[in-house]
């Protein structure tokens, strides 16, 4: 739902911009709980998102560019980064955890990087004036590593928040990618300066390569801010510009349709499939799941054995009785380990199976292995 102030449901309001400050604010001091997502008005292909409850920040981080991001801060900081890192990754938190868990790091580290990352990313959030932002109640962190004062968090870096919000005219996020539109203009204008001609030798062969700000920074182990600084007087003078951070289009992927009567598996499944691009729809009622079914036609279903008035093996077995849903791949989720249970679920037509509890990258390696099966059977 998009945030609405005048309303305490959050009714949907698309075209309406708030300050991103005030409304962190006032959910901090109301103590609500959830996630808040804001695109840059100034780059749509940018957006931040802070997590927060219980009058606590829980962590801040970008939904986009995390190898950019977490690079250039991981080294900035000198934060232990190695090769092993894997940085193809949708979330940072998600990232920084499983880094984290493989290197058998003290969780001294990760709260120590988790804070940093926070930190820096509430700086480009508060930075924009006026936004719109959409106010997630249901959406948390498994595990809940960070839990810190708002008020702590962002007293050590208000300067930088003040001097982002002053550069936002010409370069509004280190996302952005500076370009050279008139090398002229700009030779012109480094050659009266000799500081300015200094900093343009230095990093002028990278302005060429449609590196993001944090790239950029990055190669030439220099604070974004500060460079951002200095490229200010080119930006003003037309000599560069900035392209937006234009991340890629993603894959249509499949649609996954959840059937289990627990909003905590609900929730789980959502966390674990959305940030790869699937579009998951959750049912909790099992006795209403088929019409729907039936109706949005879903490329995988995921269900539970143990439900009430229908059980997962009879309401598999239901769905195989239509031409529709015969051929959908169908994962049993469930706590249930023993050879019968496995064999009853395949008798009723069960694709996969996966004992709880997994964990969010089992579910998606199986959930990818059954599309790419679907994808052979249908050449």
């Known amino acids: 739902m998009t945030y609405s102030p005048n309303s305490p449901s959050g009714q949907p309001t698309e075209q309406t911009k708030f300050s991103p400050a005030k409304v962190i604010h006032k959910f901090i001091s109301e103590e609500r709980s959830g996630r808040l997502i804001m695109a840059d008005p100034n780059d749509s292909s940018i957006q931040w998102c802070v997590y927060f409850g219980g009058g606590q920040i829980h ?71 006026q936004a719109s932002l959409k106010y997630e109640p249901t959406i948390g962190l498994d595990p809940l590593l960070l839990s810190v004062p708002f008020r702590q968090v962002i007293l050590p870096v208000r300067d930088e928040i003040t001097r982002w919000t002053q550069s936002r005219d010409v370069l509004s996020s280190p996302f952005q990618r500076p370009c050279i539109v008139d090398r002229d203009r700009c030779l012109q204008l480094v050659w009266s300066d000799s500081r300015l001609r200094e900093q343009f030798e230095n ?7 449609n590196l993001t700000l944090y790239e950029m ?24 510009e900035v392209q937006p951070y234009h991340i890629p289009e993603p894959q249509k992927l499949p649609v996954v349709a ?24 959750s049912f909790l009622n099992p006795s209403e799941a088929i019409a729907t079914l039936l109706a949005c036609q879903p ?81």
């Open 59 to 129: 962590f801040a981080g970008s939904l986009m560019g995390v190898q950019e991001r977490l690079i250039y801060i991981l080294n900035k900081e000198s934060l232990g980064l190695n090769s092993s890192f894997n940085s193809d990754l949708s979330s940072d938190y998600q990232a920084i955890y499983q880094y984290w868990q493989s290197q058998q790091l003290p969780l001294s580290w990760v709260r120590q990087t988790l804070s940093v990352l926070t930190q820096e990313a509430l700086v480009q959030f508060l930075a924009i004036p």
């Open 203 to 209: 990093i002028s062969r990278f302005i060429d390569k």
């Open 217 to 240: 920074a990055y190669c030439l182990s220099k604070d974004v801010l500060e460079l951002a600084s200095s490229l200010k007087p080119l930006l003003e003078s037309g000599g560069l």
């Open 258 to 281: 959840c059937v289990d009567d627990s909003p905590t598996i609900q929730q789980f499944v959502r966390m674990s499939l959305e940030p790869s691009g699937y579009e998951v729809m």
């Open 299 to 379: 490329s995988l279903i995921l269900m539970d054995i143990e439900m009430p008035e229908i059980d997962g093996y009879e309401l598999c077995r239901r769905a195989r009785q239509f031409e529709i849903l015969r051929h959908v791949p169908i994962i049993m989720l469930t706590g249930r380990e023993g050879i019968i249970d496995r064999m009853r679920a395949r008798m009723v037509g069960c694709s996969g199976y996966l004992t709880k509890p997994f964990n969010p990258q089992d579910l998606l390696n199986l959930v990818q292995k059954q599309a790419q099966v679907q994808s052979v059977q249908a050449l």
